[in-house]
């Protein structure tokens, strides 16, 4: 089998299935997915590579505001010799046409975090599966937004928090849930990626050369840049609280309870921009966003959490990953694992390998070879795919509203905490208490992961 060939073949029983509203029974055939794109950068552009390899999606139409992401968008579809799309742009509101459609039953939202909430909101109105990258919403408020639409129209939204399926944190989860760990006490995650030359990046210096953001750069430097001029906060907190989130059934029996934030001075991207370019205006920049931001968050059952935003430093790539509890440790960092009475020498790491190997997770072997190739190590196919899946059953995404609202919402809060001098800040819980009952069955099975 190949990915091309890919139809999953999960038998599904009625029992698993939420009952949602007839408006998502419009489907034709649902062994086909119909979707819409909104956004088709580097991410969009990912997603529709994705598309492309499967037969049971359709990509009906994209919608961008700038011709050269349409155009590089186009190519994918000549190249994979699919239907071209058809396109909406012309400004800001273009999407909505594309929303209008009857025949798209789900979106996946690939614009700067600014446009997340209200083109969402207007999709989920519109009747589609929200498929988003990562940030939900700005504001605290903009949360609650969020969750008022989803509870007006019952449509489901999923964060596309692609690290939840990376395959060492799957296995990981695998290990924790057959109690390896012991009972969890403290973790660890975050994004901690040396993105200097995303911010700072013209299109034409080769990657980590330049020095230019906003409208003469390309991709995030367009716009992700100015984030980090006006917000202290930790920005990007999905990569690091998806995964923790599971481990810890978060919304599913256990809730984050209030979190405290530091940060850094930031010195960072000054210091990266002078060296390249000495005297250049862009070195005198204040950017409020500290260069390590770290966010502790207490929770209902009494572990504690720390997530670090870490993007304006030189240094390699890790989400920094710890899951320990009363039998033992995974550190990312370390790349080691210690299980008390199980490790090789007392007091010393196993390689994670020796371990993940051993307790891989069960959809990953089942499905490694249709994530080959895709994006970040094949966990792009598996975020993906569980959005595609849930649409193609008519139930509830796994990664829900709930989940979605919970790991972004960590941003606001964060510059809360920072601006009332790292003072705790209550977490909302927007189960309205239904965490306590909830039950996680993130990756349980194969009919939708
Ligand atoms: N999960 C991951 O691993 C991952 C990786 C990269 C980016 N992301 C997220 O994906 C999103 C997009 O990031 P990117 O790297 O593709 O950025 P990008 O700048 O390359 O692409 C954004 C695209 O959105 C378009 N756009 C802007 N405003 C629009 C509007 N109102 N309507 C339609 N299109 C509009 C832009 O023209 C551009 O083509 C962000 O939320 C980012 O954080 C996630």
């Not at 005198?284 to 209902?300: P, R």
């Not at 430093?313 to 990953?321: A, D, Q």
Request: proline share 3%; with cysteine; charged share 25%.
């Amino acid at each position: 089998m190949d990915r091309r060939q890919f139809v999953i073949n999960s038998a599904v029983g009625l029992a698993g299935l939420t009952i949602l509203p007839s408006g998502l029974l419009f489907a034709k055939n649902a062994d086909k997915v119909r979707l819409g794109y909104i956004g088709v950068g580097l991410r969009g552009r990912n997603h529709i590579g994705e598309g492309l390899l499967r037969d049971d999606v359709e990509i009906v139409a994209i919608c961008d505001i700038q011709e050269s992401s349409l155009k590089a968008c186009r190519e994918q579809f000549v190249k994979a010799k699919k239907k071209l799309p058809v396109e909406y742009t012309g400004g800001l509101d273009a999407y909505k046409k594309l929303l209008d459609r009857k025949d798209i039953d789900g979106v996946i939202i690939a614009t700067p975090w600014q446009f997340h909430k209200d083109q969402s909101i207007d999709a989920m109105r519109a009747g589609k599966y929200v498929g988003c990258e990562v940030i939900a919403g700005i504001t605290e408020k903009d949360h609650w937004d969020i969750l008022k639409v989803h509870e007006e129209t019952k449509m489901p939204y999923m964060t596309l928090e692609n690290v939840c399926y990376r395959r060492d944190v799957m296995a990981a989860l695998n290990m924790s849930r057959q109690k390896l760990f012991g009972e969890l006490v403290h973790l660890e995650g975050g994004y901690q990626h040396d993105l200097r030359g995303v911010l700072f990046n013209d299109g034409k210096s080769a990657y980590g050369k330049g020095v230019e953001f906003g409208p003469n750069a390309v991709s995030e430097a367009q716009w992700r840049t100015q984030w980090n001029i006006d917000r202290d906060g930790d920005i990007y907190p999905t990569h690091g609280a998806g995964p923790v989130m599971n481990y810890i059934d978060i919304n599913r029996g256990n809730r984050f309870t209030n979190l405290v934030a530091f940060s850094s001075k930031s010195r960072g991207l000054n210091s990266y921009i002078e060296k390249l370019s000495p005297g250049n205006k862009n070195a005198k920049i204040n950017f409020k966003n500290g260069d390590v931001t770290t966010t502790t968050l207490n929770c209902a059952n009494g572990e504690t959490v720390t997530l670090s935003h870490d993007t304006h430093l030189p240094r390699p790539y890790s989400l920094g990953f710890r899951v320990q509890g009363t039998e033992g440790i995974w550190m990312d960092v370390a790349d080691g694992i210690y299980i008390e009475g199980k490790s090789a020498k007392y007091d010393q790491w196993d390689k994670a390998s020796t371990w993940f190997e051993k307790y891989d997770h069960p959809l990953w072997q089942k499905f490694e070879k249709f994530a080959e190739g895709a994006g970040h190590g094949g966990m792009d196919w598996f975020v993906f795919n569980a959005f595609v899946q849930s649409i193609k059953q008519r139930k509830d995404t796994p990664i829900d509203i709930y989940d979605s609202l919970t790991m972004s919402v960590i941003t606001p809060l964060s510059e809360k905490s920072l601006a009332d001098g790292n003072a705790p800040q209550a977490f909302p819980d927007f189960t309205k208490g239904k965490w306590k009952e909830r039950k996680n069955t993130f990756a349980l099975d194969d009919s939708g992961f």
